[in-house]
């Protein structure tokens, strides 16, 4: 269950810089996604997630990046296709004459003219599905509840049952997985090409890990005389906190590539 939530919510958070991503330029491994707000200009270019009408409604016409427009849609159609899963089994059919509830799923209808019932509450986006999986997964409103004429009302939805718990498991950890891969965060470790450790021409290496924050080693070792710690295994270590410095001193030797060499 709480691998569940935590793969959900790292989606959640993820969105943003997917969409961002779609109209980026394919990326290369310098410098690091990572470090993508930092660098970044302005926040004119921060999106609000949770207000971005879902990549299946939208039209693309020009996207940058395919690759990753392709994966925001997959990611989109296995937690959409969770939630109507979930909903078909755990949420109780709304009584006749009820107000609307907004807690419920709203399946797609393809057929209806309003387009709000054709895509039901997918046109709600990714953020919102994320959010209600995580409350099936959760049991939220599955208690009985009082009402204000006293008699208690059904609630929205039964707990889910294991077998379902174990789906939601699995379909969250498919489309975190992807969405990881796809902006580069999951765990892996590159060589940043043709850009030489400033300080000492040696190679840089790029290690990624979803759970901590990105750091550079260089190839030479403790000869290397970056301003920066060694790390465990004797190499000049650039972690979170030093990681502008080397994007900086990586920039100005670009501009300069005689000085590098002098
Ligand atoms: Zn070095």
Do not use: K
């Amino acid at each position: 269950m709480h691998e569940t939530v935590a793969a959900l919510r790292t989606i959640r958070e993820q969105w943003g810089e997917l969409l961002l991503a779609i109209e980026t330029p394919p990326a290369d491994v310098w410098p690091p996604r990572q470090l993508a707000h930092t660098m970044r200009a302005v926040d004119d270019e921060q999106l609000v997630v949770e207000e971005r009408a879902p990549l299946v409604l939208r039209e693309h016409p020009a996207p940058l990046n395919l690759a990753v427009l392709d994966a925001g849609l997959a990611v989109e159609r296995l937690v959409f296709s969770l939630a109507d899963t979930l909903a078909a089994a755990v949420q109780h059919e709304a009584r006749t004459g009820a107000p609307r509830d907004p807690r419920r799923w709203e399946f797609a209808d393809p057929g209806a003219v309003d387009i709000r019932r054709a895509h039901g509450s997918r046109a709600h986006g990714l953020h919102y599905a994320c959010v209600w999986v995580e409350g099936r997964v959760l049991d939220e409103d599955t208690e009985a509840e009082a009402q204000l004429d006293g008699a208690p009302a059904a609630p929205p939805f039964a707990p889910l049952p294991p077998h379902l718990l174990h789906e939601a498991r699995r379909t969250a950890r498919i489309a975190e997985g992807r969405l990881l891969r796809t902006l580069g965060l999951d765990q892996r470790t590159m060589l940043v090409p043709d850009r030489p450790c400033p300080w000492c021409g040696g190679e840089l290496t790029l290690h990624t890990d979803p759970d901590e924050a990105p750091r550079v080693t260089c190839s030479t070792g403790e000869d290397c005389t970056a301003p920066v710690p060694l790390d465990g295994r004797g190499r000049r270590m650039w972690g979170w906190v030093d990681l502008v410095g080397l994007v900086g001193a990586l920039a100005a030797a670009e501009a300069e590539p005689l000085s590098a060499t002098a």
